[in-house]
């Protein structure tokens, strides 16, 4: 690798392109990273960490609610400022990015500041310059993609979202998956009349029916105006409004749009397309178990693979990809099976391993868990809000193959299920653990009855 002026060169200083740089650089390998945005990427960025905060500040509302019930007397209505949790935003990103840029500098890796373009197997121009390196690695995340519609340049994309200059009194989201779900019932819980659209019948397609059926009714209860089966036939500029017309005849005004319709790979401009790298059939990276592309001395991994975009996903494909070019480990497939994920709507949604629909299909015969209650908190507050909790067993061998949860800090509590799954613990295990009482999370040890094979 001496022949080379770097033994790594990283494109993207998102999670998975910053662990791979500093992991690989903690092995002696000589490192540089370019990235012409921000550090963090999405997720520190326009994802996760900003959307959890805005989650965060949307539960207050609910919260100042249902403290009458327990005693609490507090001046109404509460007044909400956009522009203070806006701008408080802001300054923790700021944080964090220099946080990113420290473990860069801490780790001995280069950091160049621009969009990157690979010449060819082992050189990269950035910045102005050329440079060249052993292996080089692809790991620039996903752009948001808005369809083709009338009146489509006034929609904003999730990038925009947080630092709208004005809060929307009234607010849409196009989509149905996770994202558009969010979205919706954080502006709900800020105080937007929000609404969300979206062609099929019922949003969160992948996740278990059951689930998706009890989240949407729940967000309904909460006051988002959910409209299935349909979808936008045009969008009008009206003044300070948007005038959106559906293809179901509906009509609706609104202060901003957001459409949550997906990400795609963010390779414009990389030069990839001059040297033929092999493609995925939805236009991602194709990469083997060692995360090499069709030219093996270019790697890929992240959202730009086809792989979960989820961010712990990133880190783990990072330092297995550095294990196996760094550290001379065998090369052995990551297992992508049982990897647990939360949904930040109102309420949350926590969930790993196999929906319902899914078991059935794997397994000859399943037993389903379910507990459907009120949960004690509520006995006071008098919210109406439910919380569902479920099992998925293998009736064959007794092994839990899926948990879900919807309810209060349901990622929160999802998180150790998810290591009880991820270890084949059997349902007799779970029974034979001790719950904690009085809590919600005992439900998924004293549920013994089955509610259906």
């Not at 946080?99 to 500041?113: F, T």
């Not at 194709?286 to 712990?312: H, M, Q, W, Y």
């Not at 899926?402 to 059997?426: F, S």
Request: glycine share 10%; with cysteine; charged share 25%.
């Amino acid at each position: 690798m001496a022949d080379y002026d770097y033994d790594l060169f990283v494109i993207g200083a998102g999670s998975g392109g910053v662990r791979a740089a500093r992991t690989a650089a903690a092995t002696g390998a000589r490192v540089a990273i370019a990235e012409d945005r921000y550090l963090g990427g999405t997720c520190v960025n326009v994802g996760c960490v900003p959307k959890k905060l805005y989650s965060y500040a949307a539960h207050f509302h609910e919260a100042f609610t249902d403290s009458a019930g327990f005693g609490w007397q507090l001046p109404q209505p509460a007044q909400f400022d956009w522009a203070t949790l806006r701008d408080n935003k802001i300054e923790e990103i700021k944080r964090l990015n220099g946080i990113y840029g420290r473990l860069l500098d801490g780790a001995d890796v280069r950091l160049i500041h621009g969009r990157a373009r690979i010449v060819d197997a082992h050189r990269v121009e950035v910045a102005g310059e050329t440079v060249s390196a052993a292996k080089i690695l692809v790991a620039v995340g996903g752009w948001p993609w808005i369809p083709d519609f009338p009146g489509k340049e006034y929609a904003i994309s999730s990038n925009e979202v947080f630092d709208l200059e004005t809060f929307p009194k009234r607010f849409l989201v196009l989509g149905g998956g996770y994202i558009a779900v969010e979205f919706a019932s954080i502006f709900n819980g800020l105080g937007s009349d929000s609404h969300l659209i979206y062609r099929g019948e019922l949003f969160l397609r992948g996740f278990d029916h059951e689930v998706r059926e009890f989240t949407r009714d729940e967000m309904m209860k909460k006051g988002v105006k959910l409209h299935f089966e349909t979808t936008i036939e045009s969008v009008e500029k009206q003044g300070d409004a948007l005038k959106v017309s559906l293809t179901n005849g509906e009509v609706l005004e609104v202060d901003a749009l957001l459409a949550a319709t997906g990400r795609r790979p963010h390779l414009q401009g990389l030069g990839l397309d001059k040297l033929d790298i092999e493609l995925n059939s939805d236009g991602t990276l194709k990469v083997n178990d060692r995360f090499e592309t069709s030219i093996p001395s270019i790697l890929a991994l992240g959202d730009v693979t086809g792989a979960p975009e989820l961010t712990p996903v990133a880190l783990a494909e990072a330092m297995h990809m550095t294990r196996v070019h760094f550290a001379d480990e065998q090369a052995t497939a990551l297992d992508y099976d049982n990897i647990a994920t939360a949904v930040f709507c109102h309420p949350n949604i926590g969930t790993v391993g196999l929906s319902e629909e899914a078991a059935r299909e794997e397994f000859d015969a399943i037993r389903v868990y379910t507990a459907d209650f009120r949960p004690m908190k509520h006995t006071l507050s008098g919210s109406d809000e439910r919380c569902l909790m479920k099992l998925i067993v293998d009736d064959a061998s007794d092994r839990v193959v899926g948990a879900h949860m919807v309810g209060e800090d349901a990622g929160e509590l999802i998180q150790g299920i998810a290591i009880a799954v991820r270890a084949k613990l059997t349902k007799a295990d779970f029974d034979a653990t001790v719950g904690i009482h009085p809590t919600g999370a005992e439900e998924f040890v004293t549920m013994r009855t089955p509610t259906r094979r």
